[in-house]
């Protein structure tokens, strides 16, 4: 067990909807990312926050976007879903992020979304 | 831009038999931290083995060890007395703590059989 937690374990959604996913950092982790894994791209890094305050975008869609709270979990939305959005969705996270950071990002156990 | 390749998309060991993962990466930066990620059949993303690119001695986590070619931009990963257990997706990956974000580069992964 990472430490890290991930809401809902499976989404099953229909085309043109609206989801949040949610994740809780490991206690003490600032750093919060967001990564997609789907069987034609791999996995790929969407979005990074620290402390409440966005720091990183990746291949990120308009369609979809995310934020940290206060007490540090994250919720990535996703709306007007489609067909090619059905992936598991990754939150990871980390004590600190910056240049020159060494710590390790830890995973969650994903969720896996669905769109039919 | 930094890139990962793992040119066995799979691979089969017999029991307590030794098999290595190959990775090479693309990258212009000389500080970056090297990582195997293992992915069972449960999806969780579990850190295999980690690298320090200024480090010239491998990591070695139990049966798990690395053979770290920096010039070559090489990073073989070797599971020693495979088990079961370690039947899974291996991701090598790739992190430079320049980059002003934190993301993970990954490979495409390496699936990994174990036969009885």
């Known amino acids: 067990d990472s430490g890290v937690t991930q809401t809902p374990k499976h989404l099953i959604t229909a085309t043109g909807q609206r989801v949040t996913l949610r994740c809780s950092p490991r206690s003490g982790d600032l750093s919060v990312y967001w990564y997609q894994q789907s069987l034609d791209q791999g996995l790929q890094f969407l979005i990074q926050y620290y402390n409440g305050e966005e720091r990183a975008k990746g291949n990120i869609l308009e369609r979809f976007s995310a934020q940290q709270f206060p007490d540090l979990h994250s919720e990535l939305n996703l709306s007007s879903l489609e067909l090619g959005d059905s992936a598991l969705y990754f939150c990871?996270?980390?004590?600190?992020?910056?240049?020159?950071?060494?710590?390790?990002?830890?995973f969650g156990p994903g969720t896996r979304l669905t769109v039919l | 831009a930094q890139t990962v390749t793992q040119s066995q998309p799979e691979m089969s060991v017999q029991e307590a038999e030794t098999v290595t993962l190959s990775c090479t990466y693309d990258?212009?930066?000389?500080?970056?931290?090297l990582f195997w990620y293992k992915q069972p059949p449960s999806r969780q993303m579990i850190l295999v083995i980690r690298?320090?690119?200024?480090?010239?001695q491998n990591a070695t986590e139990n049966r798990f060890s690395v053979n770290f070619q920096k010039a070559a931009k090489s990073f073989s990963l070797k599971i020693s007395d495979s088990q079961l257990g370690d039947a899974a997706m291996y991701f090598c990956?790739?992190?430079?703590?320049?980059?002003?974000?934190?993301?993970?580069?990954f490979g495409k992964g390496t699936r990994l059989h174990i036969l009885p």
């Open positions: 690298q320090e690119a200024y480090k010239q």
């Open positions: 990956a790739y992190r430079s703590p320049m980059n002003r974000d934190d993301k993970i580069i």
């Open positions: 990871a996270s980390s004590v600190f992020s910056g240049q020159g950071s060494t710590d390790t990002q830890y």
């Open positions: 990258t212009s930066e000389s500080d970056y931290y």
